[in-house]
């Protein structure tokens, strides 16, 4: 309850003095956390210039996490340099990830004859190279685990020989972020400060560690099972949706009975994007090729495909808290996908906080009680999160973890019958 407290505090926060208020409040100051908030009453933008005009720009392909650049950061070590009168000064990793069509597209832009500026996709490449960023393809393996067979005897030259395109990628995406940004900047020419053997070495090693290490099995099958929940949870919001002509608040308060009886866990920002789409179906472009009487014959698929797109921002927030190369991390995304952005702008984060056993929690400027009440829908926060209501998730939770892909199944054919009708 008092983390509860907090969190709206930081959610209604404008101005730094806001934030730290909240914090001493709680007594968090005295344990190990991280906090990052969005201020409107706050001009410090400490994000690089060509990343707030990649940010802002619907001609690029280019999502942020935060719906701010206006950034306040804090955490325990922070506040003790402040209180002792020290000079603050605390690196910051500018991260960028890449979903499957941009690990391809880099690969074209690193293997082609010429680099055409006037294409969009280029373009956004080269402007990115110009500034010193890191870049993560965690998610575009995440993304490609379907394609892997994690239960087979792990042999490198193997998977190699049947996973071609994805090893191709990689060795570019080692040799893209090698390239002498000093030089491109100056001639637009490309020199890399690596061999391609080092770059082939160095991709045979991530794929090694994340393929064949019990501890990357393990990160893999953590967010494996996150996307069949989201799969899981897309069906219902689409058997909700197409099963009546309830009006939205109605079928919010049979999502939130499906997720309690069916997922077994509760999931904020899945709650607010399916009301919106509840609200008006036909602006939902994400949802928009499925329909009454359609093709059922690759459903499953496309929804699975969807599915990724839901679970960037958790990927995102895994990485905040996890890894990093500056005190704080902060993530960017470049993809193609309309869907994805629409999910971003429409979930619009104001911060983050997360400490060692905690989070990362994200913090919208209005909470999920505040939204539901505004939009007329009246949900009974006590009783879903009840204790009897939190252990009764617990226990489907890990009984889905067993037969997810069995109850999977089984929803989706209900949904199919639904579209039929």
């Known amino acids: 309850m008092e983390l509860e407290k907090l ?77 002792d009168g020290k000079s603050v000064d605390f690196p910051l990793d500018y ?40 870049y993560d393809y965690w998610f575009y393996l995440l993304e490609n685990y379907k394609d892997t067979s994690l239960h087979m005897e792990f042999d490198l030259q193997i998977f190699i020989k049947e996973h071609q395109d994805l090893h191709s990628n990689l060795v570019s995406l080692e040799l893209f972020k090698s390239i002498d940004i000093d030089e491109f900047k100056d001639s637009n020419r490309i020199i890399y400060t690596i061999s391609k053997e080092q770059a082939v070495n160095n991709a045979n090693k991530l794929i090694e560690d994340l393929y064949c290490s019990e501890s990357g099995k393990e990160f893999l099958n953590q967010f494996i099972f996150i996307q069949k929940q ?45 009301h919106k789409y509840f609200n008006k179906p036909g602006g939902f472009r994400i949802f928009s090729k499925i329909q009454k009487r359609g093709k059922t014959s690759d459903l499953l698929k496309k929804i699975e495909n969807i599915s990724w797109d839901f679970i960037v921002p958790r990927v995102m927030e895994y990485f905040m808290k996890n890894v990093g190369e500056g005190r704080f991390y902060l993530p960017f995304f470049l993809s193609h996908d309309r869907g ?16 060692e056993e905690i989070g990362p929690l994200p913090l ?33 939770l890990k009984r889905n973890r067993q037969s997810v892909e069995e109850l999977i199944q089984k929803e989706f054919q209900e949904l199919v019958e639904i579209l039929g009708n």
């Not at 802002?56 to 209180?83: C, G, M, P």
Request: with cysteine; proline share 1%; hydrophobic share 40%.
């Open 7 to 83: 969190l709206f505090l930081l959610s209604k926060a404008e101005q730094p003095n806001h934030v730290l208020f909240s914090l001493n409040i709680y007594g968090i100051t005295s344990r190990k956390f991280k906090t990052i908030v969005a201020l409107v009453n706050y001009d410090k933008d400490i994000i690089p210039n060509q990343l707030s005009n990649l940010a802002r720009s619907d001609a690029h392909d280019f999502v942020s996490y935060f719906s701010s650049e206006n950034l306040f950061f804090v955490d325990e070590k922070l506040l003790e340099e402040i209180n």
């Open 95 to 134: 991260s960028i990830m890449v979903d499957s069509n941009y690990a391809s597209y880099i690969h074209r832009f690193i293997n082609a004859d010429t680099i055409d500026f006037n294409n969009n996709v280029f373009n956004t490449i080269s402007i990115l190279l110009k500034e010193r960023f890191n």
């Open 230 to 274: 989201m799969t899981l949870i897309l069906i219902g919001i689409l058997k909700i949706n197409f099963k009546s002509g309830k009006n939205a608040a109605k079928k919010v308060s049979e999502l939130f009975e499906y997720m309690n009886e069916i997922v077994g866990a509760y999931f904020d920002r899945e709650m607010i994007l399916a």
């Open 340 to 355: 994805l952005k629409d999910i971003m702008d429409l979930y619009k984060v104001k911060g983050v906080f997360f400490n």
């Open 364 to 396: 919208t400027s209005e909470t999920n009680v505040e939204y539901f009440e505004k939009e007329g829908c009246t949900i009974d926060f006590e009783f879903y999160f009840s204790n009897e209501n939190k252990q009764k998730r617990a226990r489907i």
